[in-house]
């Protein structure tokens, strides 16, 4: 860019005249980059519009306008909130993860810790039920029992069940078969298309009446464009995304690929005015002018940018990715506004969209207490924060920051994110609990510390911090798991903690008469079978709340384990040979395909009686959180259901996270 021109806050398309902003004779560069944003926010508008009817469906309930908002603590009353255990369920407390200074549980301690669980928190009193359960096949039956009772249709009258809207993707199925066909891990092909209509519309504001050889000029101003839009999709409080339904983490590949197209458009500018310099031969006189020193600069800092953004850098040098981020950007801005002021009115509302979000995620900062432990079979550390016990939605995450020096010199400076494992307002007492893998230096610190955990008589073996916590965020958007009538939960070695937040919730809105589900299938695939013993008492609570009243929706839960002993352990086989009905632990993959069509199935049975219809199935969730080969099997295996059982069920509805993506 040559001139500097206005400093309006938003550029007014009569005022920005100058010959500066034109490429050719007359042509208002300013005002064509404006209509091309203004494009954009018409684009942004029809995806508002397709998620409008799910929103208001969600926002009917009075809940939803509250939950998942901010973190804090309430005080139950006694109907809801039964007496908080005097100790917590065996899996998560320290008293099964020390192995060395515990005894390692017997293949009966899953019984007696699970019915302490239910005893103590509340789930249920009926905790034998878990001894007659018998199985998928006679819970349905029961199931249909309860469904065609009059005391159960009287019982239906009082239920406060979520309202079911499918995603308009769900109404159009032949569309999201498409859609969700894998072009590579993480990128599919509907998520492709919106990179495509985006870089079209790029392509069209850059070369519309320009050519980027001999006149670069214009492509200076679709880089500058574009800071708004990159900066809005990089926000932790989403506006974008609260208007789709969409978490932050699902608009950041977007937030990629636009700070790519402004890099590639800045390197076009500065590379089309150094090759008419040097043709003219004055690239020395110009190069010393201030404006082109900072757009050098800034030229400098939007490649660093690119470089010390690639997925190598995320993956291996996070913390140096984030610093150079920060700093990379900074210094983009600064000297994009002194190289030409016409970029005033978007970084002002780049600015403004960032100081909003620093100032929302400060509002959304708790400073507590949180307790440490270590989970060895899972090489995780449980966080556990008392002080915190509502405000979020099952499948949302919070940043963690924690205040000791156990975590290294620095380690307070780190924020990592995890997914919320426990229900907000949990009958049980619980808090806000974290399952923390063991992965790199913050999380291998994090397990030490817990690992030097003292003992005392209430809490075992635990270590107290001080912690930040910052949150909820993301989450199911405007889908509410409960409104539909069969869930699959799909997790992948620490994607338990996804599933098991949204298998809690689920369960606690059945018992509130608030969910539609009738089955849930939740299926964990795990490298080592003694993965499963520390969540063994967790998993037959869950399994015995499940089956221990007449609506209760039915929970199976199958353990895939693909490292395969000759000889396992002795107290792990023993416990494997004796685990309660419901739970099946197996060697191998798991069967995605035929367990998606039996929950589909069964979801869909439930509204039949005979050759009668009792009512119509709402569809059925799937979500998957773990690696991303196991999303993509996932993704497959929902693609591949036949479209008349699809029909049937109402629709079958995928949701994925993957961390780290
Ligand atoms: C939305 C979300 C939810 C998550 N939930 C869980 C969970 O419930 N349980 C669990 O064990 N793990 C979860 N993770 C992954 C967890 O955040 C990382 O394993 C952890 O941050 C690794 O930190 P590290 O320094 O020990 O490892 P590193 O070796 O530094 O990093 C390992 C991986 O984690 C990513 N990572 C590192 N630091 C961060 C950060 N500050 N923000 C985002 N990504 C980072 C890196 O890209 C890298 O791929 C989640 C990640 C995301 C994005």
Redesign the pocket.
């Given at each position: 860019m040559s001139s500097p021109v206005v400093a309006a806050a938003i550029p007014s398309v009569s005022t920005l005249k100058s010959a500066a902003q034109t490429s050719t004779a007359g042509f208002d560069n300013a005002n064509l980059v404006f209509n091309v944003d203004l494009f954009l926010v018409a684009f942004v508008a029809l995806f508002f519009l397709l998620s409008l009817p799910r929103a208001v469906v969600r926002y009917t309930h009075s809940s939803e306008w509250f939950d998942g908002q901010l973190l804090r603590y309430v005080t139950l009353s006694k109907s809801r909130r039964s007496h908080r255990p005097e100790t917590l369920p065996a899996p998560l407390t320290a008293a099964h993860t020390h192995t060395s200074r515990t005894p390692t549980p017997t293949s009966t301690d899953w019984l007696n810790d699970s019915e302490k669980y239910m005893d103590n928190g509340g789930y249920t009193s009926a905790s034998h039920a878990v001894l007659n359960r018998s199985g998928s096949g006679s819970s349905q039956a029961h199931l249909l029992r309860n469904y065609s009772s009059s005391s159960g249709r009287a019982r239906r009258a009082h239920l406060n069940l979520q309202s079911h809207m499918p995603n308009w993707t769900t109404m159009l199925p032949q569309l999201s078969w498409i859609t969700r066909i894998s072009l590579r891990p993480g990128l599919t092909i509907g998520g492709a298309s919106i990179l495509i209509a985006y870089f079209a519309v790029m392509l069209y504001a850059g070369l519309y009446m320009s050519n980027p050889f001999t006149q670069p000029l214009r492509t200076g101003y679709v880089a500058i464009s574009q800071i708004p839009v990159v900066v809005l999709l990089a926000t932790k409080v989403n506006v974008l995304g609260m208007l789709l339904g969409a978490a932050y983490?699902r608009l950041n590949y977007l937030h990629r690929f636009a700070g790519r197209l402004l890099v590639l458009a800045v390197n076009i500018h500065a590379i089309g005015y150094f090759y008419s310099w040097s043709l003219a031969g004055t690239f020395t006189t110009q190069m010393a002018k201030p404006m082109h020193v900072y757009g050098f600069v800034a030229l400098l800092a939007a490649d660093a940018l690119i470089l010390f953004s690639t997925d190598f850098m995320?993956?291996q040098y996070?913390?140096t990715f984030?610093v150079m981020h920060v700093i990379g950007v900074v210094t983009f801005l600064v000297t994009v506004f002194m190289h030409s002021t016409d970029s005033a009115p978007y970084i002002l509302f780049a600015l403004a969209a960032y100081m909003f979000d620093r100032l929302m995620r400060l509002v959304k900062t708790r400073y507590t207490v949180a307790r440490l432990c270590a989970l060895s079979e899972l090489n995780?550390t449980r966080v556990e924060v008392q002080g915190i016990n509502a405000g979020w939605r099952a499948g949302q995450?919070v940043r963690l920051r924690i205040l000791s020096r156990g975590l290294g010199l620095f380690g307070w400076m780190?924020?990592?994110?995890?997914?919320i494992?426990s229900v907000s307002k949990s009958h049980n007492g619980e808090g806000l609990i974290?399952?923390?893998?063991k992965?790199?230096?913050?999380?291998?610190r994090l397990y030490d510390l817990a690992r030097r955990a003292e003992y005392s008589e209430t809490n075992g073996y635990s270590q107290e911090v001080k912690v930040l916590v910052e949150g909820p965020y993301?989450g199911p958007g405007h889908t509410l798991y409960s409104s539909f009538s069969g869930a699959l939960l799909v997790a992948g070695g620490?994607g338990i903690?996804?599933a098991l937040g949204v298998l809690q919730d689920l369960l606690q809105k059945d018992l509130e008469g608030r969910s539609r589900l009738k089955c849930i299938e939740l299926v964990w695939s795990v490298q080592d079978p003694s993965a499963v013993l520390p969540l063994l008492p967790l998993f037959s609570a869950l399994l015995a709340q499940s089956s221990s009243r007449p609506y209760y929706t039915t929970v199976n839960i199958s353990v895939s384990y693909t490292r395969c002993f000759s000889n396992p352990p002795e107290h792990v086989s023993k416990t494997l040979s004796r685990l309660p009905p419901g739970l099946t632990v197996t060697p191998g993959r798991p069967k995605l395909q035929s367990t998606l069509a039996s929950v589909v199935d069964r979801a869909c049975a439930l509204f039949h009686r005979g050759r009668e219809n009792v009512g119509a199935p709402a569809g059925v969730l799937v979500t998957v959180c773990g690696p991303q080969g196991l999303a993509e099997d996932v993704r497959k295996a929902v693609r591949r259901i036949e479209p008349e059982r699809r029909k049937r069920a109402g629709g079958v509805e995928l949701h994925d996270?993957v961390?780290?993506?």
């Amino acid at each position: 860019m040559s001139s500097p021109v206005v400093a309006a806050a938003i550029p007014s398309v009569s005022t920005l005249k100058s010959a500066a902003q034109t490429s050719t004779a007359g042509f208002d560069n300013a005002n064509l980059v404006f209509n091309v944003d203004l494009f954009l926010v018409a684009f942004v508008a029809l995806f508002f519009l397709l998620s409008l009817p799910r929103a208001v469906v969600r926002y009917t309930h009075s809940s939803e306008w509250f939950d998942g908002q901010l973190l804090r603590y309430v005080t139950l009353s006694k109907s809801r909130r039964s007496h908080r255990p005097e100790t917590l369920p065996a899996p998560l407390t320290a008293a099964h993860t020390h192995t060395s200074r515990t005894p390692t549980p017997t293949s009966t301690d899953w019984l007696n810790d699970s019915e302490k669980y239910m005893d103590n928190g509340g789930y249920t009193s009926a905790s034998h039920a878990v001894l007659n359960r018998s199985g998928s096949g006679s819970s349905q039956a029961h199931l249909l029992r309860n469904y065609s009772s009059s005391s159960g249709r009287a019982r239906r009258a009082h239920l406060n069940l979520q309202s079911h809207m499918p995603n308009w993707t769900t109404m159009l199925p032949q569309l999201s078969w498409i859609t969700r066909i894998s072009l590579r891990p993480g990128l599919t092909i509907g998520g492709a298309s919106i990179l495509i209509a985006y870089f079209a519309v790029m392509l069209y504001a850059g070369l519309y009446m320009s050519n980027p050889f001999t006149q670069p000029l214009r492509t200076g101003y679709v880089a500058i464009s574009q800071i708004p839009v990159v900066v809005l999709l990089a926000t932790k409080v989403n506006v974008l995304g609260m208007l789709l339904g969409a978490a932050y983490t699902r608009l950041n590949y977007l937030h990629r690929f636009a700070g790519r197209l402004l890099v590639l458009a800045v390197n076009i500018h500065a590379i089309g005015y150094f090759y008419s310099w040097s043709l003219a031969g004055t690239f020395t006189t110009q190069m010393a002018k201030p404006m082109h020193v900072y757009g050098f600069v800034a030229l400098l800092a939007a490649d660093a940018l690119i470089l010390f953004s690639t997925d190598f850098m995320r993956r291996q040098y996070y913390g140096t990715f984030i610093v150079m981020h920060v700093i990379g950007v900074v210094t983009f801005l600064v000297t994009v506004f002194m190289h030409s002021t016409d970029s005033a009115p978007y970084i002002l509302f780049a600015l403004a969209a960032y100081m909003f979000d620093r100032l929302m995620r400060l509002v959304k900062t708790r400073y507590t207490v949180a307790r440490l432990c270590a989970l060895s079979e899972l090489n995780m550390t449980r966080v556990e924060v008392q002080g915190i016990n509502a405000g979020w939605r099952a499948g949302q995450h919070v940043r963690l920051r924690i205040l000791s020096r156990g975590l290294g010199l620095f380690g307070w400076m780190e924020c990592h994110p995890f997914t919320i494992a426990s229900v907000s307002k949990s009958h049980n007492g619980e808090g806000l609990i974290l399952m923390c893998k063991k992965t790199g230096m913050w999380t291998s610190r994090l397990y030490d510390l817990a690992r030097r955990a003292e003992y005392s008589e209430t809490n075992g073996y635990s270590q107290e911090v001080k912690v930040l916590v910052e949150g909820p965020y993301g989450g199911p958007g405007h889908t509410l798991y409960s409104s539909f009538s069969g869930a699959l939960l799909v997790a992948g070695g620490s994607g338990i903690t996804f599933a098991l937040g949204v298998l809690q919730d689920l369960l606690q809105k059945d018992l509130e008469g608030r969910s539609r589900l009738k089955c849930i299938e939740l299926v964990w695939s795990v490298q080592d079978p003694s993965a499963v013993l520390p969540l063994l008492p967790l998993f037959s609570a869950l399994l015995a709340q499940s089956s221990s009243r007449p609506y209760y929706t039915t929970v199976n839960i199958s353990v895939s384990y693909t490292r395969c002993f000759s000889n396992p352990p002795e107290h792990v086989s023993k416990t494997l040979s004796r685990l309660p009905p419901g739970l099946t632990v197996t060697p191998g993959r798991p069967k995605l395909q035929s367990t998606l069509a039996s929950v589909v199935d069964r979801a869909c049975a439930l509204f039949h009686r005979g050759r009668e219809n009792v009512g119509a199935p709402a569809g059925v969730l799937v979500t998957v959180c773990g690696p991303q080969g196991l999303a993509e099997d996932v993704r497959k295996a929902v693609r591949r259901i036949e479209p008349e059982r699809r029909k049937r069920a109402g629709g079958v509805e995928l949701h994925d996270e993957v961390f780290g993506s």
